[in-house]
Structures are given as structure tokens and as C-alpha cells.
């Protein structure tokens, strides 16, 4: 693994977002996998800033979402699509059509999986996939104990995963307990990875994904099986 340290999340986030643009100015037709929740919000905000000064464009790029909650609508104000359109496509150039986010309002669930993963292999699979990490090690929303074959599915939230995702909501009864998301293997599949690791409580999680066993109850730590990962990370987080 490649570790890039930086000061602090505004250095993270210009620095990721340098990362992004030379992969898209290398293959305009990139197929981005992208994160939601606190991390990379400042990643999309210096893309955005990017495409209206240098006119970065991202016409032809195709973008997967990690995930999804199940049983709020597309245009509730914490759903990823809204997050996603909110934070970055409604101000860069992308056709709202390239952007996919697994659908979690499907009629029938486990086929919207099958039916996610496919259009996922009929891109001909992602070449750069951001991630963020949880405190307890999920990628995506693979909580622990996610087996590391595991395709686009179903998950049950873990009870600190409702709790820290808790602070967007008004309430804690509110937020989603159920998600789908892209499985362990399937973010394995890509061919780079890109980790965005910022803040206090991400420290024992980093210390854990650098100095502990490999193991389907620290999901992150499958990443140390992959030969093309990158991981930025805030001096709040060493
Ligand atoms: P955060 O979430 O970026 O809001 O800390 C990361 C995650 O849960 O994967």
C-alpha cells in the first residue's frame, strides 16, 4: 500500500482531487467509483472548482456509488443519490445517465444487486475506486464480518454505522438500517484504489488497517491484498 501523509483535510482533499483529475485527463472515458459520507466532500468540492477554472470534463467518465440506503426515496435529502448530485454531478459536466447509484427503493431487492453488479462487468469493471473507511473498519457498508467473496448485496447497518451516520438525520430513528452495497470482492475487482482517511476518530482504524491481521472483522484489511492502493491520510488520523 501506498501511503501519502498529509497536514491536515483540506491538504487531503486538494491532493485527492489532483489525484482524480490526472486519471481523468489520461482516460477521459474513466470508470470512477465514488464514495458518500463526511471524507470526501472537500475531494468533489476542489473537482468542482477544477472543471469551472480549468474545464476538466467529465463527459465521457462513467461513475459507480459504493452504495445506497434502502427505503428512503432518490429525492430524500440523505439518500446517496441526492448526496451525489448535491455534491458534485449537478456542477460538473457528467450526463446525469453515466452516473449509477444502486437503486435501494427496487421493487425486488436482490435482483437490483444482480442487476447493479452486471452493469458494473458490462463497463468492463472500474479503474479508480475512492474510498472512505468507518471507525470500525467497514468499506462501503460492508460491516465486519462481510466475507471478503461477497458481490453487490444487501446489508443489516451495524449499530455504530446508524450512530455515526446519525448526525445527518435529524433523528437516530430515522436513519436507514438496512443498505446495498457493492461487495468486498467487487471493490476488489478495481483496478486502483484511492483511501481517504481523515480526523481523530479514524486513528485507531488506520492503526489497525496498517498493523493488524488481515480478517473479515476489520473489513478494510482486505486492501492490503490488492496491488494498486493508495492511501491519504491526515496527520488527525496517524
Ligand atoms: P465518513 O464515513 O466519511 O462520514 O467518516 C466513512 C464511512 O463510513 O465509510
Avoid at 150 to 178: G, M, Q, Y
Wanted: charged residues 20%; contains cysteine; glycine residues 8%.
Amino acid at each position: 500500500m501506498n501511503i501519502i501523509k498529509v497536514k491536515d483535510y483540506t491538504e487531503m482533499s486538494q491532493k485527492a482531487a489532483a489525484y482524480i483529475i490526472d486519471k481523468v485527463r489520461v482516460k477521459p472515458n474513466l470508470k470512477l467509483g465514488l464514495a458518500t459520507g463526511g471524507t470526501p466532500i472537500g475531494t468533489y468540492q476542489n473537482l468542482i472548482k477544477d472543471h469551472q477554472e480549468h474545464g476538466t470534463s467529465y463527459q465521457q467518465v462513467v461513475t459507480f456509488n459504493l452504495d445506497e440506503y434502502i427505503g428512503i426515496s432518490s429525492d430524500h435529502e440523505n439518500s446517496y443519490r441526492f448526496y451525489m448530485n448535491d455534491h458534485l454531478f449537478n456542477h460538473i459536466d457528467i450526463p446525469i445517465g453515466q452516473t449509477f447509484i444502486p437503486n435501494g427503493n427496487a421493487d425486488n431487492i436482490e435482483a437490483e444487486c444482480v442487476r447493479y453488479e452486471q452493469l458494473i462487468q458490462h463497463y468492463g469493471g472500474i479503474d479508480l475506486q475512492i474510498l472512505g473507511i468507518g471507525s470500525n473498519g467497514h468499506i462501503g457498508f460492508n460491516e465486519p464480518g462481510t466475507s471478503f467473496h461477497s458481490k453487490t448485496h444487501v446489508i443489516d447497518l451495524a449499530p455504530s454505522t446508524i450512530k455515526a451516520n446519525a448526525r445527518f438525520f435529524s433523528s437516530l430513528a430515522e436513519v436507514p438500517t438496512k443498505a446495498i452495497t457493492m461487495g468486498i470482492s467487487t471493490i476488489m475487482n478495481s483496478k486502483e484504489i484511492l483511501l481517504l482517511v481523515s480526523g481523530e476518530n479514524k486513528k485507531e482504524a488506520m492503526k489497525k488497517l496498517s498493523t493488524g491481521e488481515i480478517s473479515e472483522s476489520f473489513p478494510a484489511s482486505v486492501l492490503r491484498n490488492h496491488s494498486n492502493v493508495t492511501i491519504m491520510v491526515d496527520q488527525a488520523a496517524l
